[in-house]
């Protein structure tokens, strides 16, 4: 009799969900926070562009193509949550996270590739929305191995921009490294930084975007009066072409190229699936995330891009945040967010007053947020910090690829020395010990994780 009344409560809550999720994404119900949504998407909008800016230069994109992705995910995202909605306040964009991989791919196999590799880990994505797979994936790659694999980009992006802190105009280049231009532009990028870290520490909880803009529109109006590096983004031409590989491709590139997207699939997979479980914490009418329903816009807004040689992408957590702190209430943000980002996609050269000093700055941040999320995984135990220092230091060091391929091999090999019948194993029993003590610590946080 208890289990019936177990499954009839499981079958109301279902229910429950299925009314809510019906409701939100009515248009009555979008109409009452026009709006507010309104003026999120306009201030989440304005943070998104010096953010897309940042990862489609590190990921050896072109920045007009990194701003439509962005446009065209926005789009499809604001469109699927009429239908499935995977979050209620979630914004798309291309993730810091996956912009060393991309760069990666670049280098490999060419930009002219790059289209049919997205088209690839899009198809790859479909198929795990398909059969629900994203429930496992957390299991075969841990969250904390993750956490190390972000760590180990962070500081990735942490170096590649902290050069913009230092760099000068061509014209004022001369045999002295250290000469007064130089130095005079290190003092203008430590306060920049400064200045955004304490707006950031007293505005988090109330409207992080403000730090943002204040970076933006301070470096915009130094750069009147002090002659200082700026971005350059070039105008290249978006069309439409099928996603198919060159030519000259090998065999063997074949299946490196496989072998990359399976990468970037899951990693870009896992990461939507983590943010989703820190959506629905802020989501401020507590509304349940869907990640599945999520996994099913990105797939289509993957296989969209790759037609105009486009980025992946997801809901990202910096975006997410500010559009709720914004007022948010609905995806209709979302849409206004790509009108945004679309204005600037066909109107680059607004772009070319922002002062590369300021981008630093934010993306320096975003680095160092990349390398302190290890802080989480304390929680999972002394063999999870271990091992994710470990990917963090591959990743670094090797690259991403192989990088994550020698973590994810001695896990393989720290499990087979747990759970296999040979006890006479050398050091069987102390990693044993760890792995007792990691499910016991953090078993919880793992269901929480997977939504179960």
């Known amino acids: 009799m208890a289990t019936q009344t177990s499954d009839e409560s499981h079958v109301s809550e279902s229910l429950s969900t299925s009314a809510q999720s019906a409701s939100t994404g009515s248009a009555a119900f979008?109409?009452?926070?026009?709006?507010?949504?309104?003026?999120?998407?306009?201030?989440?909008?304005?943070?998104?562009?010096?953010?897309?800016?940042?990862?489609?230069?590190?990921?050896?994109?072109?920045?007009?193509?990194?701003?439509?992705?962005?446009?065209?995910?926005?789009?499809?995202?604001?469109?699927?949550?009429?239908?499935?909605?995977?979050?209620?306040?979630?914004?798309?964009?291309?993730?810091?996270?996956?912009?060393?991989?991309?760069?990666?791919?670049?280098?490999?196999?060419?930009?002219?590739?790059?289209?049919?590799?997205?088209?690839?880990?899009?198809?790859?994505?479909?198929?795990?929305w398909k059969f629900n797979w994203q429930r496992y994936l957390l299991?075969?790659?841990?969250?904390?191995?993750?956490?190390?694999?972000?760590?180990?980009?962070?500081?990735?992006?942490?170096?590649?921009?902290?050069?913009?802190?230092?760099?000068?105009?061509?014209?004022?280049?001369?045999?002295?490294?250290?000469?007064?231009?130089?130095?005079?532009?290190?003092?203008?990028?430590?306060?920049?930084?400064?200045?955004?870290?304490?707006?950031?520490?007293?505005?988090?909880?109330?409207?992080?975007?403000?730090?943002?803009?204040?970076?933006?529109?301070?470096?915009?109006?130094?750069?009147q009066f002090i002659s200082v590096p700026m971005i350059s983004v070039e105008d290249v031409e978006l069309s439409l072409n099928l996603?198919?590989?060159?030519?000259?491709?090998?065999?063997?590139?074949?299946?490196?190229?496989?072998?990359?997207?399976?990468?970037?699939?899951?990693?870009?997979?896992?990461?939507?699936?983590?943010?989703?479980?820190?959506?629905?914490?802020?989501?401020?009418?507590?509304?349940?995330?869907?990640?599945?329903?999520?996994?099913?816009?990105?797939?289509?807004?993957?296989?969209?891009?790759?037609?105009?040689?486009?980025?992946?992408?997801?809901?990202?957590?910096?975006?997410?945040?500010?559009?709720k702190l914004a007022g948010a209430m609905t995806k209709f943000s979302v849409l206004i967010i790509g009108c945004v980002v679309c204005f600037f996609t066909f109107n680059t050269q607004y772009l070319d007053f922002l002062p590369k000093f300021a981008l630093a700055a934010i993306m320096l941040f975003t680095g160092y947020k990349m390398i302190a999320g290890l802080v989480h995984v304390t929680h999972y135990g002394p063999y999870a910090l271990m091992l994710a220092f470990l990917t963090a230091g591959l990743v670094y060091k090797v690259g991403i690829f192989e990088g994550l391929l020698i973590a994810m091999v001695i896990h393989g090999i720290v499990h087979y020395m747990v759970y296999t019948k040979h006890d006479n194993l050398p050091g069987k029993s102390v990693v044993k010990r760890y792995f007792d003590n990691l499910k016991k610590d953090s078993g919880s946080n793992l269901q929480w994780v997977l939504g179960s």
Not at 98 to 114: R, S
Not at 183 to 197: K, R
Not at 258 to 284: R, T, W
């Open 30 to 128: 979008q109409a009452q926070y026009l709006v507010r949504d309104t003026a999120a998407g306009l201030i989440t909008g304005a943070m998104a562009i010096p953010l897309t800016i940042g990862i489609a230069m590190m990921s050896d994109y072109p920045i007009k193509v990194g701003l439509a992705t962005v446009a065209f995910a926005s789009l499809i995202g604001w469109i699927n949550a009429w239908f499935k909605p995977g979050n209620y306040i979630g914004s798309p964009g291309i993730a810091a996270g996956l912009a060393p991989v991309l760069a990666l791919g670049v280098a490999n196999f060419g930009v002219e590739n790059m289209a049919f590799c997205i088209f690839m880990t899009a198809i790859m994505q479909a198929i795990i």
């Open 139 to 223: 299991v075969a790659v841990p969250v904390y191995l993750v956490e190390g694999l972000l760590a180990g980009v962070g500081i990735k992006i942490f170096l590649r921009f902290s050069e913009f802190t230092y760099e000068i105009p061509a014209a004022m280049v001369t045999d002295v490294f250290w000469n007064e231009a130089r130095i005079q532009m290190v003092g203008i990028s430590a306060a920049g930084l400064a200045l955004f870290l304490f707006l950031f520490s007293k505005f988090k909880d109330k409207q992080p975007a403000i730090p943002y803009f204040a970076i933006i529109i301070g470096g915009v109006i130094l750069a």
């Open 243 to 323: 996603p198919l590989p060159t030519s000259d491709v090998s065999v063997m590139m074949l299946v490196y190229m496989v072998l990359f997207c399976a990468m970037l699939a899951i990693v870009d997979v896992i990461e939507q699936v983590m943010s989703n479980a820190a959506i629905e914490k802020i989501d401020p009418l507590k509304r349940k995330t869907n990640s599945n329903n999520s996994l099913l816009a990105i797939w289509i807004a993957n296989l969209g891009s790759s037609f105009f040689g486009g980025m992946t992408n997801l809901d990202g957590l910096a975006k997410s945040t500010t559009n």
